[in-house]
């Protein structure tokens, strides 16, 4: 497995609990690393693998189109979508809401993940 990352994607969400962050969307920072075929490479062709300008202009559509009361809600539906629309083996996001807490510059969730046998992280860069 060869694994794909996007990083400080920045989105326009609806999330929270307050009324203020039901009424207007917020900026989320999102990091993501999937799995994708290595024999993808092999073929050098777009159609092997997991397209990563689709997986974020959906990101972006799919977070503008609802609204999470839990930012860890939000993340379950990224990955969700990742496995059943775009068959990642494997995901690891890192979402985080910027500055909504005094003193705090990012808050946010974390989700690991693989499909039902696939459980290796992958090693670090
Ligand atoms: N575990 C969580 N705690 C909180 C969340 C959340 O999504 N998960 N959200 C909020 C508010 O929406 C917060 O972002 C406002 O500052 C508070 N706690």
Known sequence: ??????????VQA???IYSREKAAPQTLELNLTFG??????EQDDIADTIDY?????????????RHF???????????K????????PW?????????VMKGVRRVGVYIQRGRE???LPPATS
Request: charged share 30%; aromatic share 10%.
């Open 91 to 99: 995901v690891k996001i890192r979402i985080a809401k910027l500055g």
């Open 14 to 16: 609806w999330v929270g």
């Open 36 to 41: 994708v075929p290595d024999s993808a490479a």
């Open 53 to 65: 300008a689709e997986v974020i202009e959906r990101i972006r559509k799919e977070l503008g189109e």
């Open 81 to 88: 979508l990742l496995f059943d629309e775009f068959g990642a």
């Open 117 to 119: 046998g696939i459980s």
């Open 69 to 79: 009361n839990l930012i860890e809600t939000l993340g379950e539906f990224v990955v």
């Open 1 to 10: 497995m060869d694994f794909i990352f996007i990083e400080e994607l920045r």
